[in-house]
């Protein structure tokens, strides 16, 4: 019955996303950002099932079952600076991707002010294709530890499915086709994650009883800041607001406010998405916690496997498959996701030539869908890790110089390109040096690229002045 209900879910899923060649259009613009004709609603589920992907199944509550409830400032963190970014840089970001005619986040990049910044543009593009690529690894690897767990499957098994699936609707609708079944599997993703919290709580008794086993965990599992000094604290949370703020440089999550149909139709696409990712956020933390005490034997097992054993010990047999459907939801429409930014930086911007052309970028899809898939099948790495890292990346390369650009700032190709290599730079460092656990790289390295925004722009101006 669970693999039933699991394969049920999988079909609906790519028969939606088949669907979209109802509405489909032969053309790049159809196929890399839908026209810009999305609406609101639909864009913004479709934004915040991205979003939340297989780091919130896997990663997010491996985390709080390890830690407690001072992982609770991930979401608070993540969720203000996100709400930040939104208002700081989205709507600008729609409206100049409209004026400009681009269809890529390089593109955006290079022509912001009506520019041309070639080099901008192909350092973008191979930027993406890196980051992202790593990216989709983790959405792939998370599959396959869920069908290892519940059916025993190989390991690599869940990643070809996963990644077969995405090939097949992806390469059919496009971008359209992946906002579809985002849609569709936000509803499959929150009520899987509410089913399974609601589940965990009957089974341990009353509210009381549940607070009373949390607080015998240990004594810092129920605490609301991590065990560390005061700056450790602030640290801690400035860290999670900055990756929160970090969303205006996911090229797979802003493609969703450049296919928005109106950029006055903002307001309503954050009412939808900022709703259903407190919804999701909030629930993931407390199955997390409850996993603790469903399974206490912590050490034993992969923390990020808490969430489809638990499953296996609580839920009937149809309702695991569910569960499941929802945690390959969560990787797929990710995956899906980052796959055509790929393939958008691939042949808009290292392959300018063949921009126009549909079929090179059909290809180009399939190319990139192959490359993740044997990313994820070459190691076993932490979903939690990998996500964090690449996240990291895209948020210090790219978000300085999007700050800059939405206050009105107009950096040169050569400040712009120092800018993105520069917050990398200091975002690597950080991590080399073991300084992730003071605070997370992505802050010291988006600071890094403003700070030498403002330094060489000082510079700009002093030589012209001599001039």
Same mark, same amino acid.
């Given at each position: 019955?669970?693999?039933?209900?699991?394969? #049920? *879910?999988?079909?609906?899923?790519?028969?939606?996303?088949?669907?979209?060649?109802? =509405?489909?259009?032969? +053309?790049?613009?159809?196929?890399?950002? %839908?026209?810009?004709?999305?609406?609101?609603?639909?864009?913004?589920?479709?934004?915040?099932?991205?979003?939340?992907?297989?780091?919130?199944?896997?990663?997010?509550?491996?985390?709080?079952?390890?830690?407690?409830?001072?992982?609770?400032?991930?979401?608070?963190?993540?969720?203000?600076?996100?709400?930040?970014?939104?208002? &700081?840089?989205? =709507?600008?970001?729609?409206?100049?991707? @409209?004026? @400009?005619? $681009?269809?890529?986040?390089?593109?955006?990049?290079?022509?912001?002010?009506?520019?041309?910044?070639?080099?901008?543009?192909?350092?973008?593009?191979?930027?993406?294709?890196?980051?992202?690529? %790593?990216? /989709?690894?983790?959405?792939? +690897?998370?599959?396959?530890?869920?069908?290892?767990?519940?059916?025993?499957?190989?390991?690599?098994?869940?990643?070809?499915?996963?990644?077969?699936?995405?090939?097949?609707?992806?390469?059919?609708?496009?971008?359209?086709?992946?906002?579809?079944?985002?849609? /569709?599997?936000?509803?499959?993703?929150?009520?899987?994650?509410?089913? &399974?919290?609601?589940?965990?709580?009957?089974?341990?008794?009353?509210?009381? @009883?549940?607070?009373?086993?949390?607080?015998?965990?240990?004594?810092?599992?129920?605490?609301?800041?991590?065990?560390?000094?005061?700056?450790?604290?602030?640290?801690?949370?400035?860290?999670?607001?900055?990756?929160?703020?970090? #969303?205006?440089?996911?090229?797979?999550?802003?493609?969703?406010?450049?296919?928005?149909?109106?950029? @006055?139709?903002?307001?309503?696409?954050? $009412?939808?998405?900022?709703?259903?990712? +407190?919804?999701?956020?909030?629930?993931?933390? #407390?199955?997390? &916690?409850?996993?603790?005490?469903?399974?206490?034997?912590?050490?034993?097992?992969?923390?990020?496997?808490?969430?489809?054993?638990?499953?296996?010990?609580?839920?009937?047999?149809?309702?695991?498959?569910?569960?499941?459907?929802?945690?390959?939801?969560?990787?797929?429409?990710? /995956?899906?996701?980052? #796959?055509?930014? *790929?393939?958008?930086?691939?042949?808009?911007?290292?392959?300018?030539?063949? =921009?126009?052309?549909?079929? $090179?970028?059909?290809?180009?899809?399939?190319?990139?869908?192959?490359?993740?898939?044997?990313?994820?099948?070459?190691?076993?790495?932490?979903?939690?890790?990998?996500?964090?890292? /690449?996240?990291?990346?895209?948020?210090?390369?790219?978000?300085?110089?999007?700050?800059?650009?939405?206050?009105?700032?107009?950096?040169?190709?050569? $400040?712009?390109?120092?800018?993105?290599?520069?917050?990398?730079?200091?975002?690597?460092?950080?991590?080399?040096?073991?300084?992730?656990?003071?605070?997370?790289?992505? &802050?010291?390295?988006?600071?890094?690229?403003?700070?030498?925004?403002?330094?060489?722009?000082?510079?700009?101006?002093? %030589?012209?002045?001599?001039?």
């Amino acid at each position: 019955m669970a693999m039933i209900s699991f394969i #049920v *879910c999988l079909l609906l899923f790519a028969v939606i996303g088949a669907l979209s060649m109802l =509405k489909r259009q032969p +053309t790049t613009s159809d196929y890399l950002i %839908a026209g810009r004709n999305v609406p609101p609603w639909l864009a913004g589920l479709s934004a915040v099932a991205t979003n939340n992907s297989g780091y919130m199944f896997i990663g997010m509550i491996g985390l709080t079952y390890s830690t407690g409830l001072s992982s609770v400032w991930l979401m608070i963190g993540w969720i203000i600076g996100d709400l930040t970014a939104s208002l &700081l840089i989205m =709507k600008k970001l729609r409206d100049t991707a @409209e004026a @400009e005619h $681009v269809h890529s986040f390089g593109g955006l990049l290079a022509q912001w002010h009506g520019t041309d910044y070639n080099m901008l543009r192909r350092v973008s593009g191979v930027l993406t294709i890196l980051f992202l690529g %790593a990216y /989709a690894a983790a959405q792939f +690897t998370a599959g396959s530890k869920a069908l290892h767990v519940l059916f025993g499957w190989d390991a690599s098994t869940g990643a070809i499915i996963g990644a077969g699936l995405v090939l097949l609707y992806s390469y059919s609708g496009g971008i359209r086709a992946s906002i579809w079944t985002d849609a /569709a599997q936000s509803f499959v993703m929150l009520g899987a994650m509410c089913a &399974l919290m609601w589940t965990a709580a009957a089974s341990l008794g009353s509210g009381s @009883e549940i607070s009373e086993q949390l607080i015998a965990v240990s004594p810092q599992f129920m605490h609301w800041f991590p065990d560390t000094s005061w700056l450790g604290v602030l640290l801690f949370i400035a860290g999670w607001v900055f990756a929160g703020f970090g #969303v205006a440089g996911q090229p797979h999550i802003v493609i969703r406010y450049m296919a928005l149909d109106h950029s @006055e139709n903002l307001g309503r696409f954050r $009412v939808y998405y900022y709703t259903w990712f +407190t919804l999701f956020y909030a629930a993931t933390i #407390v199955v997390g &916690l409850l996993a603790r005490l469903v399974l206490p034997d912590a050490g034993s097992f992969d923390a990020e496997l808490a969430l489809p054993m638990m499953s296996m010990q609580l839920l009937p047999e149809i309702w695991v498959g569910l569960v499941l459907a929802g945690l390959f939801a969560a990787t797929m429409s990710t /995956a899906d996701s980052l #796959v055509l930014s *790929c393939s958008a930086s691939l042949t808009r911007d290292l392959l300018p030539e063949h =921009k126009a052309s549909y079929t $090179v970028t059909k290809v180009a899809t399939a190319v990139i869908v192959l490359v993740g898939l044997g990313l994820s099948l070459s190691g076993n790495q932490s979903v939690f890790a990998l996500v964090l890292i /690449a996240w990291g990346l895209l948020a210090t390369a790219f978000v300085p110089l999007l700050t800059v650009y939405a206050l009105g700032g107009r950096p040169s190709e050569r $400040v712009a390109l120092i800018m993105l290599g520069g917050g990398v730079a200091v975002f690597l460092l950080w991590r080399w040096y073991g300084l992730s656990q003071m605070v997370y790289e992505v &802050l010291p390295g988006m600071l890094a690229g403003l700070l030498l925004f403002v330094i060489f722009r000082g510079r700009g101006k002093r %030589a012209a002045h001599l001039a």
